[in-house]
C-alpha cells in the first residue's frame, strides 16, 4: 500500500499533473496564504467572518476552498467584502 507522499510522488511523474502543482503553487497558493494570514491576525473565524460578511460560513469556506482547487474564482466584489470583514482592504498588484 502506497503512502500518500508516495501517491503525490507518483502523480508528479506525469508532466501535466506536475505543471498544474507548479502553477497553483505559484499563483494560487500565496494567495490563500494571503487570506488565510489576514483572517488569522484578524483573530476571526469562518463564521465570524461570514456573519460581517452577511452571508454564511460554509460560503467563506468556499471562498478559502477557491484559491487552492480552482473551481471557482471569487468575484472582485467577494473578495472586497471578505478584506472589509477583516478590517482590511484589498489591493490587487501585478508584479
Partial sequence: ?????????????????????ERIEREEMPMLDAI???????????????????????????????LVTGKHSPSMATLQKYAAALGKRLEVRFI
Avoid: S, W
Fill in 1 to 21: 500500500m502506497q503512502t500518500h507522499e508516495q501517491f503525490i510522488q507518483e502523480m508528479l511523474k506525469d508532466p501535466a499533473v506536475r505543471a498544474e502543482y
Fill in 36 to 66: 488565510l494570514n489576514a483572517r488569522a491576525e484578524a483573530g476571526l473565524t469562518q463564521a465570524q467572518v461570514a456573519e460581517r460578511m452577511g452571508t454564511q460560513a460554509p460560503a467563506v469556506a468556499r471562498l478559502e476552498n477557491a
